[in-house]
């Protein structure tokens, strides 16, 4: 994979190998995709500040988050339905993550359960939940998670009403419940990723299999997981969550300071800044422009990550010289398992690190607990 050398072109390969409807998925998001348009261009808001001779060695990128210090500053998100873009694709995702002592972190709407990846390869895994409408279904993936001995839960808050995302309705994703002409037409178009796929056998979530109200086969769980999430959805949730989740957890979905103050007060241990990928609410902030504020609203020791939009480890950079803890990667690493597998996710990790590694020492930073100290002094608004 030595041709590909950013994020960039991992999209580029992954587009080539996946049927259109799964790189839609991936790649699109809400109505006009101002949203997710503004989370990547956002970061051209500043300027990181050059010194020079000031920093022999290459910069230390290890750091601390989530009670624990970390090698590197950004771990593995939640993204849904690894297993369809390749064969096995979460235990892939999580062997990658292990070899490079990352966390990876399950999404709820994943082909492999939590249990099957803690029993077959391990590591740091923490578990994405869904609110169901069915609380005793939600209290089951609870004790999913506490069986495989996973500390870290996050809740994601900002999906109790699913955006429309055009590429998918074009697709049928989540309308289409069975393989139709059209579909199975698109999908012939790429033969590599329908060999893996019938290597690795017709992919169903794990999670659901034993429960014939979600139906059988991805499609058709895939749609029917979607359309019990728990509309009504509110703070009190959060606080039933908390009585019943005896670990960490985490909310994400926070885009104001305000919402990022109440889940302090009810009791979150760390918050993700997140407005989807831009896949909800068209129009809304970038999350790297709401960052200080909400730093600042929640003081300097609470744990406060982010994701969407991050490509390069400049961004990174801006945003741990911001007040981030830490960052989820989404869509990067989704397109390295694409391209190419476990070897794909361990590429898109090599290179963030690389670039972030290069950055830090041009800017004349020693460490990325040096940067985070620095904080805005690193940086100049445009």
Known sequence: MAELVNISDLRS???????????????????????????????AKWELVQRVLRVAELPELRTTYLGSEKPLPFMLGPVGFLGLYRGNGEILTAQAAKSKRIPMCLSTFSISSIGRLQKEVGGDLHFQLYMDRDKSFVEKLLQSAIDANIDELYLTVDTSITSVREKDVRNGFRAVKRLNAPLMFSMMQRPAWCLDMFRSGAPSVEAVEQYPEFGKGALEQASNLSGRLDSSLTWDDVEWLRMNWKGRLIIKGILSPEDAVIAQEKGADAIVVSNHGGRQLDYASSTISVLPAIRDAVGPEFDVLIDSGFRRGSDIAIALALGASGILLGRAYAFGLAAGGQAGVEKVIDILSNELQITLKLMGVASVNELQTLGLDCLANR
């Open 13 to 43: 390969a992954a587009k080539r190998r996946l049927p259109k409807i799964f790189f839609d998925y991936i790649d699109g998001a809400a109505f006009s995709e101002t949203t997710a348009n503004r989370n990547t261009d956002d970061f």
